[in-house]
């Protein structure tokens, strides 16, 4: 990322076969991408408009509501279908895709969309889930990841990236070329799922039009016919206000917010220091679109993602998503994240992010559920149920009240009439307990609404509102959702617990009202056609409604934490309520049996409300006897026991040859123009420099410069003697907006050459192990920060004027990769690297059996293999977590073969996710460690962590 300022903050169609109302994108099930032309005959293929409102699928309007997922940072193409599922169980419709550049071109011209990068495949899931996808190709993504998506080689590739200029350009469409024939083929406009096609990223930093207009024209000559979108950021400073006219104007243009800023430090203290985040407006001619909405955050002082989650969590989102959706009109939201992932191999963009890119999201790194994915279940199922009159609305006037510590803000549909009014502080900040009372008139009639909030909170209440086959008048409590399950409505409403609530129905005549047993006190009286329920949230109340000239309805009223025990699901047959279970994925009928896939973390009570009068969980039916409320209630079971075994049978072996002066190094390029280990394909991971030269035996001192990124080292050893590590320079920080060449100085080192070492006319090696810790982004899209050199960039030795003569070694192969599954970041140019000692396959049986413990400088590797059983059907995430040792050091890991991070001892992060799928999970796994010490060191042996265990899953 980048540092942002607080003011800039401030900042077709094709023919429908079949035209349905489609509340998501259907199902498809072809293979390859080939496949697809000829699946257009038999899928439905829809057309995608948009008006001032809303976007509109086959003429009907869609509250577009998606969570952001990078498939680069989950590498385990199985899991993506666990995290899209998750995404669509808590009520999003939608997912928006950065499509990441440089993870699939290792070099010029060449393309990777297999394995891990089976985009094909991952669209496909998306469609079979039942999301819409927002499709982000960039070219540039930012994302804090290395480059900002843009290739490493595009470093040699003269010209300025993200501008017209030639060099650029070339390169761009190239990519595009590749991408977007995936993105055409999955649009909805041919049966898929891609919805919407954004162009670049945040392009307010420069002034290129045609640039924008250039990427437009490419798209839509690769088929592109779905809106084209833009993210723009930082409204104010903007290049232009208007993207919706003049050369490279786009369809729909959306904002960015990210009101809560970065600080994860303090995450209760801000509440909004970069604004109140509501979304611009930025044309009358297309929707209000939230492109980027803050879900999260990234963690850059290194206190741990769970203060992020804080500063982003369930208040934080109450308040400004709300305050936003009203305030703004927006019917387009898109949430960073939705699911961070994890930054495997050389990933990061080294200035914000480590390995963990768990961004405090809703749903953590290793896909478990937090209370702000309840969060965004009850405002998302709310939108959902209400998406009708939501997606055509106007400000109105607000109900009246006199708390001035209260206000109240309307919008309302211009046919309908129905109402939503934001209920907030009068400063945001407040976290005072105040009451009112609404006088608040709607096209039912005057109402008078006693109100509350307490703390930092906001509520969305719906007035004059057809609930289904009832007419709601007006609520105090919120609309989680509504539903016609079996003849009569069953209706889900939710306030916080121990506060009072009033619901008003609309009836021709007085209805019968039954209370069931349970909570809430609730108390209901009749006049002149308005049913008044009074009650208090509490625990969970059921009132059963019937006559009154309405179809009967089961009205729930619940606190916060019980709506958030209920999960929606879709069936041919209907919609399904279910409460219970962790996680409801998906419902079916099945012949007469309802079949939930469903995940649980213990056995426990299930209750469902829906078609059909047996019940299947994960293709096994349990025992379901029907309840007082008309649903049916069972049990379900709970996971086996699962564990992981300790990690012992440790082998090691020290590496660095390259520190010898006798190493054979002919085989290495010749670094006969500059150092920057870029310009000879080293692009990731670790770069050895050997220096050649003559010694006089006066030398006295070694002075070096590396750029490594920030938080890298690098080392150096005279003739095979080591004498030190110094800190890589960073040189992100030009400032933005400045050209100021970069600093000559950037990482500076100085080691004393010890007397007797070198001898007088004798040659010399001098060796330098220099770590990139990624690429810089180009948020500014200035040509000095994405090329900004990483490597060896100044050497030279105190009482020697000879000259040095270099060779340099990175990654085997360089960008000709040798390892294609596992891609260009996922190694370096370690010796253990470069003859495969991190692979499964390599024989260690020569190696010093012992455990990982005390190392002394430069690189030591270990190695052991691991057996796990965990139970099958069962989701069991792993961790390996390093305890903190002693000493300088980091420790790349690679679990069979695969790159999954680097634990820097004494920095925040000692747990490392490691997916399943490419983590055995019943079978032989070998972990490799390459460890980088500075100094002498001890670490203590890592272990395997079960982070969670839910029966259920997905099979990865
Ligand atoms: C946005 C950018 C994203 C990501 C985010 C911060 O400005 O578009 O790619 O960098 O900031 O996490």
Redesign the pocket.
Known sequence: ?RRRSRTMLALAAALALISTALHAPPAKASNQLHQVHQLHQVHQVHQVTYDKYSLKIDGKRVLLRAGEFHYFRLPSPGLWRDVLEKYKAEGFNAVSIYFHWGYHSPKPGVYDFTGVRDVDRLLRTAEEVGLYVIARPGPY????TTGGGLPAWLKNVPGRARSSDPGYTAAYQDWLGHIDPYLAEHQVTRGGSVVLYNAE??YAANTDRQYMADLQAKARADGIDVPITH?Q?CDAASWTTDWSTGLGAVDIAGV?D?PQSFECREPDTPWGPWGEGVTERLSDKSPVFAA?YQAGS?DAQGVGFDKCRQLTGVKYMKYFYKNNLIQSGATLFSY?MGFGGTNWGWLPQPNDVGTSYDYGSQITENRQLTDKYDEFKRQNYFLGAAAGPLTETDPATAPAHDNSALQTVARANPSSGTQFVLLRHTDRAATTDDSTTLDWTTRDGRYTLPVRLNGRDAKVLVGGYDMGGQRLAVSSSEIMTHAEIGGRDVALLYGRDGEAGRTVLRYSGAPTVKVLPGDGGVRASYANGDLTLDYTHRGLARVQISGGGRRPLLLLLGTDEEAAKFWRADTSAGPVLVRGTSLLRSAQMRGGTLDLRADTAAAGDIEVFGPGRKVAVNDTAIPVHGTASGSLAGRVPGPRPATVPALTGWRTHSEAPEAATAFDDSSWTVADHTTHADDYGFHNGHVWYRGRFTATGAETTVKTNAITGKNGIYQVWLNGRYLGSAAGGVQADAGEGTTTPPNPDPGPGSFSIPSGLLKKGEPAVLSVLVENMGHNDDWTAEEIRHKQPRGLVGASITGSAGQISWRIQGAKGGEDLTDKARGPFNNGGLYGERTGWHLPGFGDGGWKASAPGSVTPGVNWYRTAFGLNLPKKQDVPLTLHFAKGDGKYRVLLFVNGWNLGQYINGEVQQDFALPAGLLKERGRNTLALAVVAENDAKLSPPSLRIVANHLGGVSP
């Open positions: 990322m993504i930012n994302a804090e990223n945040e993210n950021c960015d990210y980027e990234i960073y």
